[in-house]
Nanobody
Framework: VQLQASGGGLVQAGGSLRLSCAASGSIFRIDDMGWYRQAPGEERELVASITSGSKADYEYSVKGRFTISRDNAKNTVYLQMNRLKPEDTAVYYC?????????????????WGQGTLVTVSS
């Protein structure tokens, strides 16, 4: 099972970016999916999460600016980021709880994407 993230880049303050993260491999079920970010010298923090039923939750500082969504048919999670601020600059990581085919107990395990850099200039 792999997660492949894309969509990062350099943008001016006030601009927008859309991140994508596609899961592939021997997947039986995907439960919660989410986006984390880690700024230089900081701890990794949860930015947004979404359940398999598309119930979303957000870190306070991004509420109203970021929107998380998912396409279950494509095993993909998205993060639409609007009105970006310099403090949003970080490496963004996608995460998913995935139950692989063949797991005898049907348990889900956390998988991480490789990270994509978002830089917001002032």
């Amino acid at each position: 099972v792999q997660l492949q993230a894309s969509g990062g880049g350099l943008v001016q303050a006030g601009g927008s970016l859309r991140l994508s993260c596609a899961a592939s491999g021997s997947i039986f079920r995907i439960d919660d999916m989410g986006w984390y970010r880690q700024a230089p010298g900081e701890e990794r923090e949860l930015v947004a999460s979404i359940t398999s039923g598309s119930k979303a939750d957000y870190e306070y500082s991004v509420k109203g600016r970021f929107t998380i969504s998912r396409d279950n048919a494509k095993n993909t999670v998205y993060l639409q980021m609007n009105r970006l601020k310099p403090e949003d600059t970080a490496v963004y990581y996608c995460n998913a709880l995935i139950s692989p085919w063949g797991d005898p107990d049907g348990l889900s395990y956390p998988y991480w994407g490789q990270g994509t850099l978002v830089t917001v200039s002032s």
